[in-house]
């Protein structure tokens, strides 16, 4: 994925990112969250490693980032720019467990809806369409769903439940 980045608290988000490797995390926005308590990110996010970077033409830092492993925040604080940091933990790699009679559906109407939006097909350079976990990732990523309906989904941390919900909504 591709970002803009303009904000002072992101510039040095990326400059700690870079000097010390780390990445940083991507969090969904809770709309009815405070924002001054930190409730308005929800708490399951995906840690994100910055592959790329360059000067846009209109002289703002561009950045291309990789999604990497999920993560559940524990503690959240905000710094005097507003850059938000905190404590995770690390949620374990989600089983391969997909119905078999789900994966061919999950995979075939991906292939539709990348040869319909080719721009959404060059998000994923590489297609793992065997892996059931990049399979209901890439689901969750582009499904115009609830926030609180995908965090849920990801907290359930099981492929099976998460296919069988979109197999659901294909019918």
């Not at 991507?26 to 000067?55: R, W, Y």
């Not at 559940?72 to 009679?101: H, M």
């Not at 809806?113 to 060059?122: C, G, R, S």
């Not at 994923?124 to 209901?136: G, I, M, N, S, V």
Request: net charge negative; proline share 6%.
């Amino acid at each position: 994925m591709q970002l803009r980045i303009f904000e002072p608290r992101y510039i040095r988000m990326v400059k700690e990112s870079l000097a010390n490797d780390t990445g940083f995390g991507l969090c969904m926005l809770n709309p009815h969250g405070s924002v001054e308590q930190n409730e308005h990110i929800f708490p399951f996010g995906t840690h994100a490693k910055i592959v790329d970077f360059e000067t846009l033409r209109d002289g703002l830092l561009g950045i291309t980032i990789t999604g990497g492993d999920l993560f559940e925040i524990k503690t959240l604080s905000s710094a005097k720019d507003g850059l938000r940091t905190g404590s995770v933990e690390w949620l374990a790699p989600w089983p391969d467990n997909i119905a078999t009679e789900a994966k061919e559906p999950l995979t075939s109407r991906l292939q539709e809806v990348f040869k319909t939006y080719p721009e959404l097909a060059e998000l994923y350079p590489e297609k793992h369409y065997d892996d059931a976990r990049w399979l209901c990732g890439r689901w969750l990523e582009l499904l115009p769903l609830e926030p609180e309906t995908k965090q849920e989904l990801i907290r359930s941390q099981c492929p099976k439940k998460i296919s069988q919900y979109i197999c659901n909504l294909f019918e």
